[in-house]
């Protein structure tokens, strides 16, 4: 482990980025292949009906399993990059065990509230979805097991790990899903088993690394002092609260759609949201970036261009993706997924919001770096009010599409008012607004490695 740190060191910060980046994306676009085969599978073999079902189940249980990690796993992992960085391997220990230790007691609080707690649901939505739910809700006892694994492996700069483990959960899914939704037809009980057992043989895979760095910790010296609480009554009390408001009206928005107009829109609402999902996540410069950013920070002046660049490079590729998609992505519908034509025109709503979620994906990193989880919180808070009084004027009236259009005016305010208090805290992280349309001699050097390396690969 210790060699492991060194090595770490001796890479250069741009280095890091480009590799975890690259890897990332790498990971990612190999997952689109399995992904895309796994939705096809599900939409193919449900019904429209029984696909909105799926949905409703999925972001119920999902909502409650983000309340067990209490929305701070960013936060602490910065912490602990931090704490990595200054080289006090004890606290690092401390806070760790800390964490995972209420993650493990709230997993057990928050299934034994989902799994007996789900008929108050059945008073307000039909009562056939709550049996998926209880089932799904055993996922929720996985999650400690799994919050200690991707801590690990974030702090340790492990991004092949996390990649390879993405890889490898997505095409197990994708097999699990073939066996038991296609060839024994058990419908949504199948793609709810191949989610729960997905998890459990990635986390059996990878264990390995997990005792690695396990008796690496037990030979360390651990602090005494309980700074996972002390994080929580610092800056910590502003991310969970800001991800028990925000966590749930994101996840309630199918839940306006069930409500307002039936069952069977939540599941055009959810075909379109997952082709737009799949897109955002071509670009994971978050996941780097949110691990470089704790450790550098005394450096701003660095961490700002970085950001500028960042936000330069990602506007230009979603735009692109966004442009192409536009046209594609209907003309795949179209001819695999018929029943589901109405979700072209939410796709195409949702597109309009890519260039706002280039920036949004670069602003987590530096409000969890600053520490500024309390200014997240109000901004959030406003973003939420958005949601559900869009939601209520739009969904009743104009339909399905009202919830799109929802989601795109909410995501430009609030990438807006996020962008505007950045600004304001630290001018060093200023969006240059001019040097999105200026090519200087970075990018050329860029663009010649890109040309360079593309004319190598057809050699």
């Known amino acids: 482990m210790d060699k492991d740190n060194k ?3 001796n890479k250069s910060l741009t280095h890091i980025i480009g590799e975890g980046v690259a890897m990332y994306s790498a990971g990612s676009i190999v997952n689109k292949f399995s992904g895309f085969a796994t939705s096809l599978i599900k939409i193919r ?4 009906f029984h696909y909105g079902l799926l949905s409703l189940t999925i972001t119920a249980v999902y909502f409650f399993n983000g309340l067990v990690t209490m929305g701070i796993s960013e936060v602490v992992t910065a912490d602990l990059n931090r704490i990595k960085g200054e080289g006090k391997t004890d606290v690092y220990k401390a806070l760790l065990i800390g964490y995972i230790k209420s993650v493990c007691l709230l997993a057990i609080v928050f299934w ?3 799994f007996f707690g789900t008929d108050l649901i059945g008073l307000y939505y039909d009562n056939s979805v709550l049996p998926y739910i209880k089932l799904f809700s055993f996922i929720i006892l996985i999650t400690p097991l799994r919050t200690l694994y991707t801590t690990i492996f974030k702090t340790h700069l492990k991004f092949k790990y996390l990649v390879n483990w993405s ?3 997505s095409y197990i899914n994708l097999g699990l899903v073939i066996v038991l939704v296609w060839l024994f037809d058990f419908g949504i009980k199948g793609v709810i088993y191949a989610e729960l057992i997905y998890h459990l043989i990635s986390l059996i895979i990878f264990g390995p690394f997990l005792i690695k760095v396990g008796l690496y910790l037990l030979k360390q010296k651990r602090s005494p002092g309980n700074y996972f609480w002390q994080i929580i009554k610092n800056h910590g009390k502003w991310a969970l609260l800001t991800n028990y408001f925000g966590d749930f009206t994101k996840k309630i928005r199918p839940w306006f759609i069930a409500y307002f107009l039936n069952v069977e829109m939540v599941a055009i609402f959810s075909v379109a949201q997952s082709f737009y999902n ?7 410069i978050k996941d780097v970036l949110a691990q470089i950013f704790p450790r550098e920070f005394k450096y701003k002046i660095k961490i700002g261009q970085i950001l500028n660049r960042s936000f330069k490079y990602s506007l ?3 735009i692109l993706v966004g442009v192409v998609s536009a046209f594609v992505v209907p003309w795949i519908v179209a001819i695999i997924f018929p029943r ?4 072209i025109y939410v796709f195409r709503v949702l597109l309009i919001a890519m260039p706002a979620i280039s920036l949004l994906l670069l602003q987590t990193p530096i409000y969890n770096a600053m520490q500024r989880q309390k200014d997240m919180f109000f901004l959030t808070l406003v973003k939420n009010i958005m949601i559900i009084l869009l939601s209520l004027l739009l969904i009743p009236f104009i339909g399905v599409i009202g919830s799109a259009i929802e989601y795109v005016i909410t995501i430009y305010c609030y990438v807006l008012l996020r962008n505007h208090n950045i600004s304001r805290i630290a001018s060093e992280f200023k969006i240059n607004w001019n040097n999105l349309i200026v090519l200087d001699k970075f990018d050329i050097r860029l663009a010649k ?6 004319i190598f690969i057809k050699k």
């Open 316 to 318: 230009i590729i979603f």
């Open 7 to 9: 090595n770490q060191d």
């Open 167 to 169: 890889v490898s959960e």
């Open 449 to 454: 490695k890109i040309l360079n390396r593309i």
């Open 45 to 48: 073999f449900l019904s429209v």
């Open 112 to 114: 034994a509230l989902l």
């Open 340 to 343: 589901y034509l109405d979700s």
């Open 278 to 284: 799949h897109l955002i996540s071509l670009l994971p």
